[in-house]
């Protein structure tokens, strides 16, 4: 089981999702070194360019259905939401 210390926050998945690429990747690091399966989950979306932003939300589209990143719970998507984007240096960290 995992501590709820180490579950992935909305403000660790908005880190990972946005940002200046530095502290993406050192987001990234902390996560992957905590074993959350949110984070992991997240993440892999990511490599796969399906992930989006929507306010404070990050969300994981999933067989054309939003899932939010933190609670992993169905979620709406919003026409606004926008796409995440990772550079080649994310991808090969």
Same mark, same amino acid.
């Given at each position: 089981?995992? @501590?709820? %210390?180490?579950?992935?926050s909305?403000?660790k #998945?908005k880190?990972?999702?946005t !940002?200046?690429t530095?502290?993406r &990747?050192?987001?990234q690091?902390?996560? *992957?070194s905590? %074993?959350? +399966?949110? #984070?992991?989950r997240?993440?892999?979306?990511?490599? +796969?360019?399906? *992930?989006? &932003? %929507? !306010?404070d939300h990050?969300l &994981?589209?999933?067989?054309g259905? %939003?899932i939010d990143a *933190? @609670?992993g719970? #169905? @979620?709406?998507?919003p026409? @606004?939401? +926008?796409?995440?984007?990772?550079?080649?240096r994310?991808r !090969?960290e």
């Open positions: 089981m995992i @501590s709820s %210390a180490f579950a992935l909305s403000n #998945a880190q990972l999702a !940002g200046e530095d502290t &990747i050192k987001t690091s902390q996560l *992957v905590r %074993a959350d +399966e949110s #984070a992991y997240l993440i892999k979306a990511m490599t +796969e360019d399906s *992930v989006k &932003i %929507a !306010g990050v &994981i589209i999933e067989d259905k %939003a *933190v @609670s719970e #169905a @979620s709406s998507l026409d @606004s939401a +926008e796409d995440v984007i990772s550079n080649n994310m !090969g």
